[in-house]
């Protein structure tokens, strides 16, 4: 029998309490024994920046290299299917990000269960989408915006930066909520998003902070909201798209997994150094430049909150019909 995703995870949690106690003490006394790779299922220049502050405070803490490995291919599948095949002794681990929820769903020939094979470590941050538009679309607030597509229905494309990535479900979700009639148009990536969004080849786009806060900064997009449940300490003045469309939210996050059957003591050693590191002003300063907020949780807390996410963007991608490129 199938369990639902939520039972699945409270199960696992019950067995891996169940495995006899020793062992893992011992195991635990002496990690890290070797370099620890976590492994970034996505090209260098993006969530690896946060990664690579994380492990570099922990390396200097927990007196191994945290050795920051780049393995793209196929949405994260790739990394994250390395990550499933790895020794469960907390010496290869996952950097989790929206996509591994996403493609739970999108794919349905996956090797592996990213909810029953990863287990949940440490949470690193939460940040914001920017719903942004180009200076052409006279809307200047969210129910302006919905107003003038309703008026204007099959004239509107929201860009992304590709199939099934995040800006593709939050734009979607936003289209499932307000009843909006918008073209999707995927790109090869953020930034040739964006560049289109500047030229007026696309009207709207739920974008990363960082690839346009300086467009909004300069005036060249306009933001009108931000995605998140509350405002952003980047942008303050923005409202939340929540303000106008009640239990919208869509957030960028990235936290820690491991194989599943890592032992509990490790798993629990990793999330309390990485909480202190969030904890670290310097370390929170970083964050907050380049437009994350840290958001620390409990391991258990950190599967709560990816089960949710899985379920939630699930459900959009059924709604919207998104396949695979």
């Not at 538009?133 to 992304?160: L, Q």
């Not at 964050?287 to 258990?300: C, D, K, Y």
Request: one cysteine or more.
């Amino acid at each position: 029998m199938k369990l639902p995703r939520r039972r699945q995870f409270l199960h696992l949690a019950a067995g891996a309490a169940a495995v006899p106690f020793a062992p893992h003490v011992a195991l635990a006394q002496a990690y890290p024994s070797r370099p620890v790779r976590i492994v970034v299922g996505f090209p260098a220049g993006g969530v690896d920046i946060i990664v690579r502050l994380v492990g570099q405070w922990l390396s200097e803490r927990l007196g191994q290299p945290f050795i920051i490995e780049n393995r793209p291919g196929a949405a994260g599948n790739v990394g994250t299917e390395a990550v499933t095949r790895a020794a469960p002794d907390g010496h290869t681990l996952l950097t989790c990000v929206p996509p591994n929820a996403i493609n739970a769903t999108l794919y349905d020939n996956l090797n592996f269960n990213f909810i029953r094979d990863i287990a949940p470590v440490a949470s690193f941050y939460s940040a914001p989408f920017v719903m942004e538009v180009s200076p052409a679309v006279a809307a200047k607030t969210v129910p302006e915006f919905i107003t003038h597509v309703k008026a204007n229905p099959g004239k509107f494309n929201f860009a992304s930066a590709g199939t099934g990535s995040q800006q593709n479900v939050a734009g979607e979700l936003f289209k499932m909520m307000t009843g909006v009639d918008m073209l999707h148009v995927p790109y090869r990536g953020g930034a040739p998003a964006v560049t289109e969004l500047l030229a007026g080849q696309v009207q709207v786009m739920f974008a990363t902070m960082l690839s346009s806060i300086e467009y909004i900064k300069s005036g060249k997009l306009r933001a009108l909201a931000v995605t998140t449940a509350t405002r952003s300490e980047v942008l303050p003045e923005l409202p939340t798209v929540g303000d106008f469309v009640p239990g919208y939210e869509a957030s960028g996050w990235a936290g820690l997994g491991a194989p599943r059957s890592t032992p509990i003591e490790i798993i629990d050693q990793l999330n309390k150094a990485i909480n202190a590191a969030l904890a670290d002003p310097k370390i929170k300063e970083r964050f907050i430049q380049l437009g994350v907020t840290p958001n620390p949780m409990t391991s258990a807390d950190f599967g709560k909150f990816i089960t949710n996410e899985t379920d939630k963007w699930g459900k959009v991608v059924k709604f919207a019909g998104i396949k695979p490129e």
